[in-house]
């Protein structure tokens, strides 16, 4: 069973950092997509950065503050959240897309449970 498990939120001032964590497990051989999406209350859930293959996509609203990376031996990402903004506020999620394990390949969805992300002074 495929589980996406992040660490890492919190609270922090305007201005500040933190750093997101994310790791896949469940006998993983590969992982197409790894990225973090971010969901406020009554929002629709929405896509912060990805890593797929070399290449990273960001919302524009994060260009510039914060960076994805992934390590696909360890099936992990990370994402640095510096310059953070009261509207970064969000429960932040983790997003895998495209999982081979144990003989076959999965090209749905999994999501982690969600971390908080508070920006606040």
């Known amino acids: 069973q495929v589980q996406l498990v992040e660490s890492g939120g919190g609270s922090v001032q305007p201005g500040g950092s933190l750093r997101l964590s994310c790791v896949a497990s469940?006998?993983?051989?590969?992982?197409?997509?790894m990225g973090w999406y971010r969901q406020g209350l009554g929002k629709q859930r929405e896509l912060v950065a990805r890593?797929?293959?070399?290449?990273?996509d960001y919302a524009d609203s994060v260009k510039g503050r914060f960076t994805i990376s992934r390590d696909s031996a360890a099936k992990m990402v990370y994402l640095q959240m510096d310059s953070l903004k009261p509207g970064d506020t969000d429960v932040y999620y983790c997003?895998?897309?495209?999982?081979?394990?144990?003989?076959?390949?999965?090209?749905?969805?999994?999501w982690g449970q969600g971390t908080q992300v508070t920006v606040s002074s």
């Open positions: 997003h895998a897309q495209g999982i081979f394990t144990r003989g076959v390949y999965y090209g749905g969805n999994f």
């Open positions: 890593a797929s293959g070399g290449s990273t």
């Open positions: 469940g006998s993983i051989t590969s992982i197409n997509t």
